[in-house]
């Protein structure tokens, strides 16, 4: 029961980062945090397909209400928590995942987590970002904006392993 109290907790906050913080962070129109799919990232690997993409589309449909951005950060969500057993299943340790651990630095080391964190991004940025142009005549433009954001979401979800997730 703790367990859901924190979840639904991170849930608000990383929300209200995102809304109240990240989102008016823009370099000069390249790079844009979305550190808010740490929530899917960081849920534990026995959690159901269903409710994965259940959860996913609550949080993308959230942040799309407070951004006025009407079903993109729905659909993204929901295609890296479709995506997310795959790459689980991609990435996984020979011997596979313990019991009762979670994906996280502290049970599988820096090199596994950053692999599973940039390839999430990466899917994460660039069905965002092409649904947002929807078209492919600035792809390279877009392109940089998905490589340079993604590095930046990428490096604030690895820092915050360091600072929030210790236990």
Same mark, same amino acid.
């Given at each position: !029961?703790?367990?859901?109290?924190?979840?639904?907790?991170?849930?608000?906050?990383?929300?209200?980062?995102?809304?109240?913080?990240?989102?008016?962070?823009?370099?000069?129109?390249?790079?844009?945090?979305? !550190?808010?799919?740490?929530?899917?990232?960081?849920?534990?690997?026995?959690?159901?397909?269903?409710?994965?993409?259940?959860?996913?589309?609550?949080?993308?449909?959230?942040?799309?209400?407070?951004?006025?951005?009407?079903? !993109?950060?729905?659909?993204?969500?929901?295609?890296?928590?479709?995506?997310?057993?795959?790459?689980?299943?991609?990435?996984?340790?020979?011997?596979?995942?313990?019991?009762?651990?979670?994906?996280?630095?502290?049970?599988?080391?820096?090199?596994?987590?950053?692999?599973?964190?940039?390839?999430?991004?990466?899917?994460?940025?660039?069905?965002?970002?092409?649904?947002?142009?929807?078209?492919?005549?600035?792809?390279?433009?877009?392109?940089?904006?998905?490589?340079?954001?993604?590095?930046?979401?990428?490096?604030?979800?690895?820092?915050?392993?360091?600072? !929030?997730?210790?236990?």
């Amino acid at each position: !029961m703790l367990k859901i109290v924190n979840y639904i907790l991170g849930f608000v906050f990383f929300v209200f980062l995102q809304v109240l913080i990240l989102n008016n962070i823009q370099f000069s129109g390249f790079i844009n945090p979305f !550190m808010y799919i740490i929530m899917l990232l960081i849920l534990p690997f026995e959690t159901p397909r269903w409710f994965l993409l259940i959860l996913a589309f609550i949080l993308g449909f959230t942040i799309d209400i407070f951004s006025n951005t009407p079903g !993109m950060h729905a659909a993204a969500t929901v295609f890296i928590g479709f995506l997310r057993p795959f790459v689980l299943k991609w990435i996984a340790p020979r011997d596979g995942y313990e019991a009762a651990t979670l994906p996280r630095i502290k049970y599988y080391g820096i090199n596994w987590f950053i692999k599973y964190v940039i390839i999430l991004t990466l899917a994460h940025h660039s069905f965002l970002f092409f649904i947002e142009v929807f078209r492919f005549s600035d792809f390279f433009h877009t392109l940089l904006r998905i490589i340079l954001s993604s590095f930046f979401t990428s490096s604030l979800i690895v820092g915050s392993q360091y600072f !929030m997730y210790k236990r």
